[in-house]
Nanobody, 125 residues
Framework: QVQLVESGGGLVQAGGSLRLSCAAS????????MGWFRQAPGKEREFVAQ????????YYAESVKGRFTISRDNAKSTVNLQMNSLKPEDTAVYYC??????????????????WGQGTQVTVSS
């Protein structure tokens, strides 16, 4: 069992920045590829970014590429999402997720084994 706890959400004006963090506990963190997903009201949950188990590979949705950066610290069992140049359409609940022993990118939430409770990000225009 892996427990994931997100933090760092909040209200920000368009063009601003936020940094989300996800703290993991319970199992060997480096065994998990880590991802961030988001879900806006009335919409399905969508992929935002994924970082490989070692941190050497990162993947992004086209909508956030160049603005968001995912990173991880295996020594601290944390994964971060730096979000810059935020837009109102980035408003959503953001979820941290863990995929056990995953070697390739997964844009589907079905391939993730554990989820955090989510943190709200609201971008005002």
């Amino acid at each position: 069992q892996v427990q994931l706890v997100e933090s760092g959400g909040g209200l920000v004006q368009a063009g601003g920045s936020l940094r989300l963090s996800c703290a993991a506990s319970g199992r060997t963190f480096s065994n998990y590829a880590m991802g961030w997903f988001r879900q806006a009201p009335g919409k399905e949950r969508e992929f935002v970014a994924q970082v490989s188990r070692t941190g050497s590979n990162t993947y992004y949705a086209e909508s956030v590429k160049g603005r968001f950066t995912i990173s991880r610290d295996n020594a601290k069992s944390t994964v971060n999402l730096q979000m810059n140049s935020l837009k109102p359409e980035d408003t959503a609940v953001y979820y941290c997720a863990a995929a056990y022993l995953r070697l390739t990118v997964s844009y589907s939430d079905k391939n993730y084994d554990y989820w955090g409770q989510g943190t709200q990000v609201t971008v005002s225009s």
